[in-house]
Each structure stands twice: as structure tokens, then as C-alpha cells.
């Protein structure tokens, strides 16, 4: 049967980079027999629409080169379908990628993987009508992603370091309602992180040990800390040595409620709204080219 692949391009100018490795894995489908429609658009609700039009037209997946943005976009296209996400990593941060044990250095393996793989299923994070793949950011490491959307430098993973060290001065302890699978918990904490996968932020690794297959999230509490020691602590994220910390508490649900006023929430480096907001893990929501 002839592969017939949706291929999400990148459409910004002069991106150079993204462009060669567009076109080397283009390339490589159409090689190997598969029938490639290129979607190629700046705005994110003009690839929604013609993701669903390849896929009426009989796409079974939906591939694109990118990061956890890029991801996040076919993702909720494609939720709950039988086609399958196809993901070449070539994004700043890659924290899907990077937890889907998916090739990061090699495009042409990435999407040798998407010809000749099987497609796994995954759970999903759901907020409202929108999905997540990665962690659900709800406290200071919401804040630093605020700051990474108005920051022109560092470019790359250090842009995310970089906010934590411009925001940390400023920041105190939140004052938290969590509704877990019905149980209430009001405490204060320096962040709360819903977790589908391990990773965000280009590598760092709080929800350690978080499994996208066990249909439940990983919920990371920070308890409170001083400035200087959650400084201290920043740096063990990336290998996950925070878990030892005494100011560390996992907790785990299928559904979460988050509360604090005036807190941002973030998933997959978009931004989902503000806080009160109930996230629900989905069994099984996404199809995905990755090892088995």
C-alpha cells in the first residue's frame, strides 16, 4: 500500500537550516515511493485546515520537522484519529522528541523511522479543547516561560536558563488549590508541573520517571525553598537529581485541577491560559512514529 504523508513545512524566511532539512526528508518520501502533500504556511490555523483537508484526502500521517511547537500543532489536529504523528526534530527545545527516545541528530533517520516503523500509542495531556504531549508548567517555571516569549537573546536551549536566572530575584512562593482525582490540597509551593512526559524547557528533566503510556500524569511539587536554593537546585533538573531534595514531592492522577491567581500555564512552550485549569491525561490519544 502506497504511503500517503501530510509534510508540515517550515515557512519561515530565512530559515535556512529548517528549509535543507525540509527538503532532505521530502526527499527521502518521495524516494521510497510515498506520496508526500507539503503544507507550507506561516499561520498555525491555515495548517489546521489543510491538515484536515490531507487527511480527508487520505493521509494517514502527518509529519513535520520541528520542535515541541511544531509537534504541539499537528497534536491537536490529529488527537484521537488513527493517523499518526511523524516528527523530524529539529526544534530549540525537542523535550517531545527527547522522551520518545526519537533520533535528534539525524533527519534522515528520524524519518527513516516514519517509512519502516510501526506508529505507538501515546496518552495525551487535555486542557480544555487543547492537547498537550510534554509537562504542564503551573508556577515559577511558568513565569520563566513568560519571560522566553519577550527575550531576543540567548537564542537555543540557554534562552530558558536565562529567564530563570532574570526571574528568580522576583519570585516567592505560590499559594496553590490542587483538586486531585477529587482530593483537595491547598499548600504553597514554588511550582507545580503536570507531567505526561519527563522533560521541558530544552532538556529538563522534572517530571523524571513520568511514563506517556501508563495513563496517568506525573505531578512534580516544589515545596518552598529560598532564592539561593532553588538556584541551587536548577541545575539537577536537567539529569533529574532534584528528586532527592527535600522540597521535591511526586504525586500521581489521571486528573488535576490547578489553582493560583494570576499564574500563567504553559505546555509543549505554548501557552494554554490562565490558572484555574483541569488537565485530564487520555489513554492511548496520540499515534507516534517512535522505538518501541
Known amino acids: 500500500m502506497t504511503r500517503r504523508i501530510a509534510y508540515v513545512a517550515n515557512a519561515q524566511a530565512g530559515a535556512r537550516r529548517s528549509r535543507h532539512v525540509d527538503d532532505t526528508v521530502i526527499s527521502r518520501f518521495v524516494r521510497a515511493g510515498a506520496e508526500v502533500e507539503v503544507i507550507e504556511t506561516s499561520s498555525a490555523h491555515l495548517a489546521a485546515e489543510r ?7 487520505g493521509a494517514d500521517t502527518v509529519a513535520t ?88 537573546f540567548p537564542r537555543g536551549p540557554s534562552v530558558y536558563t536565562a529567564a530563570v536566572l532574570r526571574e528568580l530575584p522576583r519570585f516567592d512562593p505560590i499559594s496553590y488549590v ?51 536554593e532553588l538556584l541551587r537546585i536548577f541545575p539537577k533538573v536537567r539529569g533529574g537529581g532534584h528528586v532527592t531534595h527535600p522540597s521535591f514531592e511526586r504525586v500521581r492522577a489521571r486528573s488535576v485541577t490547578v489553582a493560583a491567581a494570576g499564574m500563567p500555564a504553559y505546555a509543549d512552550g505554548e501557552r494554554l491560559g490562565q490558572l484555574p485549569l483541569t488537565a485530564t491525561c487520555v489513554s492511548g490519544a496520540l499515534r507516534v512514529y517512535a522505538p518501541q
Open 51 to 57: 491538515i484536515r483537508r490531507a487527511i480527508a484526502g
Open 65 to 152: 520537522a520541528g520542535g515541541d511547537g511544531s509537534a504541539h500543532l499537528v497534536t491537536q489536529v490529529i488527537a484521537g484519529t488513527d493517523v499518526a504523528l511523524g516528527l523530524i526534530p529539529a526544534g530549540t527545545g525537542n523535550d517531545a522528541a527527547r522522551a520518545l527516545g526519537l533520533p535528534r541528530d539525524s533527519p534522515l533517520a528520524a524519518a527513516d523511522l516514519i517509512l519502516n516503523g510501526t506508529p505507538r500509542s501515546i496518552d495525551l495531556g487535555k486542557v480544555g479543547a487543547s492537547w498537550f504531549l510534554t509537562i504542564m508548567a503551573a508556577g515559577f517555571d511558568a513565569i520563566a516561560n513568560d519571560r522566553v516569549g519577550r527575550m531576543s
Open 178 to 228: 490542587l483538586d486531585l482525582d477529587g482530593e483537595q490540597r491547598e499548600l504553597d509551593a514554588m511550582l507545580v508541573a503536570v507531567g505526561n512526559m519527563e522533560f521541558y524547557g530544552g532538556g529538563l528533566q522534572m517530571c523524571a520517571g513520568a511514563d506517556p503510556t501508563d495513563g496517568l500524569f506525573d505531578i512534580v511539587i516544589i515545596h518552598p525553598t529560598t532564592r539561593l
